[in-house]
């Protein structure tokens, strides 16, 4: 797995198409929704296998956090620990900055997923692009 920061329009392609599968084609996310007026604020982050787009997520900082978003990685790469690494990734890339907090909106069935990666839930249940959610946070 080779997981990197975003620096090339390429390698932009290559993260919106990874969460345009996942997001747009698998959970019928309308692409109106995916792809927002956040993208050029945010950190964006891919990682290939074999040199093919298999993972991909965004960070921006709001409200003195981090806060993950649009983790995805492609269905038949899952529990890979391919989420694993590009969270720890992005959650380096927030102490470099001096962040001390990291958020994200959790999927429900999901949330075991975070839990192991040291999140806690924040909130009640919420729907985004309905699907029901939770915020959790972490310590860094």
Do not use: W
């Not at 269905?75 to 962040?99: C, P, T, V, W």
């Not at 999927?107 to 249940?125: M, R, T």
């Amino acid at each position: 797995m080779n997981l990197k920061l975003v620096e090339t329009a390429q390698e932009q392609e290559d993260a919106f198409s990874v969460r345009k599968t996942v997001f747009v084609y698998e959970q019928k996310v309308p692409i109106e929704l995916e792809i927002d007026e956040y993208e050029k604020d945010a950190l964006h982050f891919i990682g290939y296998v074999d040199q093919l787009p298999v993972v991909a997520s965004r960070l921006r900082f709001v409200n003195g956090d981090g806060k993950l978003e649009r983790i995805c990685v492609l269905k038949e790469h899952r529990n890979s620990a391919y989420g694993k690494q590009i969270i720890q990734l992005m959650e380096d890339h927030i102490r470099q900055r001096g962040f001390k907090t990291a958020i994200l909106n959790a999927q429900v069935h999901a949330i075991g997923f975070y839990e192991k990666l040291g999140y806690i839930g924040v909130s009640e249940p919420f729907q985004d692009a309905g699907i029901p959610h939770v915020t959790m946070s972490k310590q860094l």
